[in-house]
């Protein structure tokens, strides 16, 4: 192994990118310092963004499912919600994973400063501390994981303690008896799921024809069933004109060809249109790295910028914007500085939208096939035929596949349904082995669970599935 004791290294930014990159560098031996405002490490993800969502999340699914148990006979009363303790819940579970951080942190001596990063040129940082102080510090490698947050519409920004971005959502305040949800990509339907599970009429508001814009529209279909029974309303190319404070609440203006209804006043609203890169990184103008129109950083597929002593990372370079892209991007990073022969080309990176059911897909999309005009075989298996999916009284679901027709190469997988994040890492698997539908239909898989569903979607490729029935052509 190259000795790297003499390399420095910063990292600006401790979300699940930079700590991933900074400790990476200090197992291989450099000297790292990581930069951050908050106490510990964890970024966005860690204290407002994956950790306390999927934490809500759950007790979300606990509310639904006492709902649900009357189906079977066990009837719960209605659920008391001590919103406090909930709150505290979450919280613990943050500090929990963001002290932890901070231990492993200490463990591999890498130094933490708490603060905020400008630069001065291409190898020194000025660091404005939390306690004032400032410190100028320099390095032979720069690696950049400032991340990304809540975009805003300049139409829609109104100064009123009823108005939340996604950080305000999680803060849980009080659990308000109606709540506009401005957009309808995974954050807004997420923590609308939480919300509306918790007693609030959710309604959300999204401009384009569907929801979840971008994924396949038969994965999003079960979701948008479900959620039209647990939402007060789901307004689709339907675009929020106005929001305005009223003694009542906001009032809010509609406008689209479906709407109905031109205005109405929620008791709180919530934005959720997208994130922005946090690139305009006081100083940036003194180094080489350049920033596209979309305001990303531009990165190689070794994640250098135009600056060969600084790199970025995570949300900060561009889309997907999620946790282990970023994570994974920070390893390519420090491995590329280590002088490993590392590029970032991934052929899957997974995407799960956390609601009940949960939707995920990787690789290639029927969407994106149909828009390349590609030519894919599709094999869906529906899990009405899934043994483990009538137990959980969850039938809607569906696992596809997309299929090179030549090759019979695994090109895409598609899960709708309960577990379908922790089911898609199957799919993320196959697809980077280049397995064949074959080596899935062999691959013997544990009865009776929903994984079987994606054995049996190779099946249902190569006609042989058990489970439907196909009548054969005449
Ligand atoms: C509500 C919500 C739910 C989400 N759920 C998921 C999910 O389930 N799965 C998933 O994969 N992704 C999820 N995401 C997205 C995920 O949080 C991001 O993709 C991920 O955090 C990006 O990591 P990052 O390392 O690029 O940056 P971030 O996590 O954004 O961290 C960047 C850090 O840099 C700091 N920083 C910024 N500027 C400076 C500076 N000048 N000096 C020092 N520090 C600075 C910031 O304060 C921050 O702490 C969610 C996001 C939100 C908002």
Redesign the pocket.
Known sequence: MADNSNLRIAV????????AAAFLAADLGMKVTL????VNP?????????I???ALLHVAKLIEESHQAKNWGIEFADPKIDLARLRSWKESVVKKLTGGLGQLSKQRSVKYVQ????FENSNTLR?AKGNGGEESLSFDRIII??????AVVPSLKIDSPRMMD??G??DLQDIPKSLLVVGGG??GL??GSVYAALGTRVTVVEMLSGLLPGADRDLVLPLHKRLEKAFEGILLNTTVKSLKEEKNGIRATFEGKDVKEKEKVFDRALV?VG?KP?SE??GLDKTRVQVNQRGFIQVNNQLQTDDPSIFA????VGE????????HE?RTAVEVIAGHKYTFEPNAIPA?V?TDPEVAWAGLTETQAQAEGRQIKVAKFPWGASGRAVTIDRTEGMTKMLIDPETERVLGVGIVGPGAGELIAEGVLAIEMAALAGDLELTIHPHPTLSETVMEAAEVFYGTSTDVYRPKKA
């Open positions: 600006v930014g401790g979300g699940p990118g930079g700590y930069i951050d405002p908050e964890g970024g966005v993800c860690l204290y407002r963004g994956c306390p969502s999927k603060g905020r990063a400008s660091v994981a400032t991340g990304s947050r809540p996604s950080t959502a999680l995974y954050i997420e923590l959720s994130r946090n990184i006081s990372i995570g949300d900060v997907p914007m999620l946790a282990h892209k970023a994570s920070g799960v956390f």
